[in-house]
Nanobody, 114 residues
């Protein structure tokens, strides 16, 4: 069964950094647009960053300048570098392909303490 597997979350202090990874087992990895989403308690899941097959990147205003999305097609992995973390970034982070949504993985928890 094809799965998206997220990893790299953790507990950090405000101002800290984390690097999230998302592994995708599909053979079509290199042609897919990927997105990182997050869902905070009591809130809807939101798309925070997106990267297309050519490397073009888009970000939500709330993370622009602090988060960086990247991809490694050879490793079939998408990354999200989180810098200058704030308590409001606390959420479960997921990856998926926005234009061909798959079953959601378990995500990875990011907790930012003040």
């Amino acid at each position: 069964q094809v799965q998206l597997v997220e990893s790299g979350g953790g507990l950090v202090q405000a101002g800290g950094s984390l690097r999230l990874s998302c592994a995708d087992s599909r053979s079509t990895f290199s042609i897919n647009v990927f997105g990182w989403y997050r869902q905070a308690p009591g809130k809807q899941r939101e798309l925070v960053a997106q990267i297309d097959s050519g490397g073009r990147k888009d970000y939500a205003d709330s993370v622009k300048g602090r988060f960086t999305i990247s991809r490694d097609n050879a490793k079939s992995t998408v990354y999200l570098q989180l810098n200058s973390l704030k308590p409001e970034d606390t959420a479960v982070y997921f990856c998926n392909t926005p234009y061909n949504l798959m079953a959601w993985g378990q995500g990875t928890q990011v907790t930012v303490s003040s």
